[in-house]
């Protein structure tokens, strides 16, 4: 069993910056692929960006250029880097891990923009 812990989340300004962390348990972090997703109040959970096992990295439109997704396997550790935050991006903020047999989720954390 795989457990995901999110941190980071928070209350910023627009134009501000956050960095998201997912700490997974187990052995299985650094073959799985790792994602970030997000869900606001009233709309579906959407992807925000992906980093496979060998690195490869893919964003949505609305995040490419302001966002970077990178991972630590020795600490079994994913991060989002987010930049020059808007409040179109407020929503709770999901990690992902699919591995070849199951996919684990976390249980968010909350991201708001506001003045």
């Known amino acids: 069993q795989v457990q995901l812990v999110e941190s980071g989340g928070g209350v910023v300004q627009p134009g501000g910056s956050l960095r998201l962390s997912c700490e997974a348990s187990?052995?299985?972090?650094?073959?799985?692929?790792m994602g970030w997703y997000r869900q606001a109040p009233g709309k579906q959970r959407e992807l925000v960006a992906v980093?496979?096992?060998?690195?490869?990295?893919s964003y949505a439109i609305s995040v490419k250029g302001r966002c970077t997704i990178s991972r630590d396997n020795a600490k079994n550790t994913v991060y989002l880097q987010m930049n020059s935050l808007k409040p179109e991006d407020t929503a709770v903020y999901y990690c992902k891990l699919d591995s070849r047999t199951a996919n684990y989720w976390g249980q968010g954390t909350q991201v708001t923009v506001s003045s």
């Open positions: 980093i496979t096992s060998g690195g490869s990295t």
């Open positions: 187990g052995t299985i972090f650094s073959s799985a692929d």
